[in-house]
């Protein structure tokens, strides 16, 4: 029965320390986007906070994930994550006023269409050319942060496993007869 116990306290502060280490980890990637954001690193903020949206579904993620966008030039995107932000929370008049004025710029800025072609001529068809790279992004592992989140959970979890089986382990009893320290059956 013990061992069950055992089993069932590991598994649940596991899942609890799991749910604060994402926490964690979210907190310290929207602080390196809020970082990057500031220093006029859109790129980098726009994957920081895409990275702790994957963590941690916090509906202000989006919103900032927008903003980079916008800030990148990429209005449709940015129009995307405004509107997903807005049906999270839809009571921000702030972000719908900021949403149509998006709109408002896509309208009179909408991407040219490419012009079909009109001349019937053969031409040889292009050799092929390998895809570009994507550009590269900052590895998660990369970030110091992530190693002390990780390190720290790692910490807490094999502290908690050595707090249970300290818990658990068989208290010594008194002997029979006896309050505690004082024998009554030696004081006679």
């Known amino acids: 029965m013990r061992v069950l116990l055992l089993v069932l306290v590991c598994l649940t502060s596991s899942n609890l320390l799991a749910a604060e280490a994402d926490e964690a980890m979210s907190r310290d990637l929207y602080e390196t986007g809020v970082r990057a954001y500031s220093e006029g690193r859109y790129q980098h903020a726009l994957a920081a906070f895409a990275a702790a949206y994957d963590v941690a579904q916090v509906p202000g993620l989006l919103f900032n994930i927008g ?5 990148l030039g990429n209005h449709e995107a940015a129009v995307e994550y405004y509107e997903r932000y807005l049906k999270e929370e839809p009571d921000v008049p702030e972000i719908a006023a900021l949403l149509a004025e998006e709109r408002e710029l896509l309208a009179k800025n909408p991407k040219p269409k490419p012009k079909p072609t009109t001349t019937t001529t053969t031409l040889a068809a292009p ?48 002997a029979e007869g006896s309050l505690g320290n004082f024998d009554l059956r030696s004081a006679q």
Do not use: K
């Open 67 to 71: 903003q980079c966008h916008r800030q």
């Open 127 to 174: 050799a092929p050319v390998a895809p570009a790279a994507p550009p590269a992004q900052p590895s998660l592992l990369e970030e110091p942060v992530f190693w002390g989140v990780a390190g720290g959970a790692a910490l807490v979890v094999i502290g908690g496993v050595i707090a249970v089986v300290a818990i658990s382990a068989q208290q010594p009893t008194a």
